[in-house]
């Protein structure tokens, strides 16, 4: 079991930079394969980036450049650094463990059990 809970959402205005935290407490086994997803209303929740065991990190290709997925092991909390930020990054930004050291189902984000509660990103134009 794993408990996830994100910080460091907020508003910025376009160009400018904020950085997510995704603290995850339980067992550390469980949280090994973890990414980053967001979704905004009405539209199907999709993959912003992923990691693995090893700290090899995935992104979308729209964020490529931009955003950089990072994981302190030793305090188990997920980061997402995002810079150069656009209107259309704006979404609920939530943190998702896939319980397991597979790493498999990234960016199906189905295969993840385990949800924060979502942190809010708006950006302005």
């Known amino acids: 079991q794993v408990q996830l809970v994100e910080s460091g959402g907020g508003s910025v205005q376009a160009g400018g930079s904020l950085r997510l935290s995704c603290a995850a407490s339980?067992?550390?086994?469980?949280?090994?394969?973890m990414g980053w997803f967001r979704q905004t209303p009405g539209k199907e929740r999709e993959a912003v980036a992923g990691?693995?065991?090893?700290?090899?990190?995935t992104y979308a290709d729209f964020v490529k450049g931009r955003f950089t997925i990072s994981k302190d092991k030793d305090k188990n909390i997920l980061y997402l650094q995002m810079d150069r930020l656009e209107p259309e990054d704006t979404a609920m930004y939530y943190c998702?463990?896939?319980?397991?050291?597979?790493?498999?189902?990234?960016?199906?984000?189905?295969?993840?059990?385990?949800w924060g509660q979502g942190t809010q990103v708006t950006v302005s134009s």
């Open positions: 998702a463990a896939e319980g397991g050291v597979k790493c498999s189902y990234y960016p199906d984000y189905d295969g993840y059990l385990y």
């Open positions: 990691i693995d065991v090893d700290g090899s990190p």
């Open positions: 339980g067992d550390t086994y469980d949280s090994a394969c």
